[in-house]
T-cell receptor, first 116, second 114 residues
Framework: GAVVSQHPSWVICKSGTSVKIECRSLDFQATTMFWYRQFPKQSLMLMATSNEGSKATYEQGVEKDKFLINHASLTLSTLTVTSAHPEDSSFYIC????????????FGPGTRLTVT | AQSVSQHNHHVILSEAASLELGCNYSYGGTVNLFWYVQYPGQHLQLLLKYFSGDPLVKGIKGFEAEFIKSKFSFNLRKPSVQWSDTAEYFCAVNADNYGQNFVFGPGTRLSVLP
């Protein structure tokens, strides 16, 4: 149980274009979803927290107009990287928590974004 | 702000050696503690977690961790590592004043030589 999927698993896009990454909880309703960014050989950095039906809460230093997060349902959150630049190339990982309140996060497999 | 440190950036062991990976956090309140593993090319998987109770917790694949509150530590151990344990290990802390957010440590890369 508690499986989280991401789509696509990898994407290459040109500078200036936008790309959308989906995060889905497959067998549970996710009250909260998180978006992380992981640079090569580094730890996960929390970008934002999203709750279904409300605006995402962004961490300091994360541009909310560049990284648009939509949590439209209890099983789907999307991250859109707008006007992508090569420095946005990274591994983006989402996670979700269940309504049980145990604070355990279930992680998706990640999406590797390469901006050329 | 909370922070999590992991003592070693890269650990290299031979098979059957014992493993201990250090994790320390900076927060004086109630915490939930986690160890995650990321095998090459795969996503994060939960190894074990501590919420309350017995400070010695056992996880999957023979891993265990001990929460020492006085030392703000949650070290991961395994008595005998295998080549398949080669991976990146992340300690994560959820503090009671931080909602459901995690703070991750920088990670420790474990390489087990066959």
């Amino acid at each position: 149980g508690a499986v989280v999927s991401q789509h696509p698993s990898w994407v290459i896009c040109k500078s200036g274009t936008s790309v959308k990454i989906e995060c889905r909880s497959l067998d549970f309703q996710a009250t909260t979803m998180f978006w992380y960014r992981q640079f090569p050989k580094q730890s996960l950095m929390l970008m934002a927290t999203s709750n279904e039906g409300s605006k995402a809460t962004y961490e300091q230093g994360v541009e909310k107009d560049k990284f648009l997060i939509n949590h439209a349902s209890l099983t789907l959150s999307t991250l859109t990287v707008t006007s992508a630049h090569p420095e946005d190339s990274s591994f983006y990982i989402c996670s979700a928590t269940t309504p049980t309140g145990t604070y355990e996060q279930y992680f998706g497999p990640g999406t590797r974004l390469t901006v050329t | 702000a909370q922070s999590v440190s992991q003592h070693n950036h890269h650990v290299i062991l031979s098979e059957a050696a014992s493993l201990e990976l250090g994790c320390n956090y900076s927060y004086g309140g109630t915490v939930n503690l986690f160890w995650y593993v990321q095998y090459p090319g795969q996503h994060l998987q939960l190894l074990l977690k501590y919420f309350s109770g017995d400070p010695l917790v056992k996880g999957i694949k023979g891993f265990e961790a001990e929460f020492i509150k006085s030392k703000f530590s949650f070290n991961l151990r395994k008595p005998s590592v295998q080549w398949s344990d080669t991976a990146e290990y992340f300690c994560a802390v959820n503090a009671d004043n931080y909602g459901q957010n995690f703070v991750f440590g920088p990670g420790t890369r474990l390489s087990v030589l066959p």
